[in-house]
């Protein structure tokens, strides 16, 4: 996908445009959205490398952060 804006193209890739839905999503807590600034996760999911219909189990999840990202369907 090509972005373009004020005359400056950007490419962007798939991963990138499923990762900013994921982020963007209703119905996410005010906290996890707060969050987002500290932990960084368009920079932390694509280190992953997961692919649809990978499995994934979020091991000492806490507060569930990473577990609702990883669960919303992209």
């Known amino acids: 996908m090509l972005l373009v ?16 839905a994921v982020l963007a999503q209703p119905g996410r807590l005010p906290e996890d959205i707060a969050r987002d600034t500290r932990s960084r996760p368009e920079r932390i999911l ?5 692919k649809p219909g ?3 189990a979020d091991i000492f999840g806490g507060s569930g952060y990473y577990s609702d990202l990883l669960a919303a369907p992209y």
């Open 54 to 56: 990978d499995q994934v």
């Open 5 to 20: 804006s004020n005359l400056t193209a950007v490419a962007v890739t798939q991963e990138e445009v499923a990762i900013s």
């Open 46 to 50: 694509p280190l992953l490398q997961l």
